[in-house]
């Protein structure tokens, strides 16, 4: 049974860091592309970062630069690392696992991610 777990949301100062894990069960990477979303209260869904099958990646605007999508495909595990947070980088943040030869797509149950003073 697929099951995406993220883990290591939490409160952090604006400026500071945070890394975000995603641990993918019965995913092969190489048949999937990864992406981590995020919701911030009363906003819609919205793609943050993703990670090809081949590696390539792609980011929102507002986190070029700061933030860094990886995955580790001998752990089945996809990274967020997340830098220089803002206070706008509040939200729940979920791992996404894509299809690429089916239309399977799955969500994580998501991780809170507050920056604040």
């Known amino acids: 049974q697929v099951q995406l777990v993220e883990s290591g949301g939490g409160l952090v100062q604006p400026g500071g860091s945070l890394r975000l894990s995603c641990a993918a069960s019965?995913?092969?990477?190489?048949?999937?592309?990864m992406a981590w979303y995020r919701q911030a209260p009363e906003k819609q869904r919205e793609l943050v970062a993703r990670?090809?099958?081949?590696?390539?990646?792609n980011y929102a605007d507002s986190v070029k630069g700061r933030f860094t999508i990886s995955e580790d495909n001998a752990k089945n595990m996809v990274y967020l690392q997340m830098d220089s947070l803002k206070p706008e980088d509040t939200a729940v943040y979920y791992c996404?696992?894509?299809?690429?030869?089916?239309?399977?797509?799955?969500w994580g149950q998501g991780t809170q991610v507050t920056v604040s003073s």
């Open positions: 996404y696992a894509d299809g690429i030869l089916s239309s399977h797509k799955y």
């Open positions: 990670i090809t099958n081949r590696g390539s990646t």
């Open positions: 019965d995913i092969a990477f190489d048949v999937y592309t």
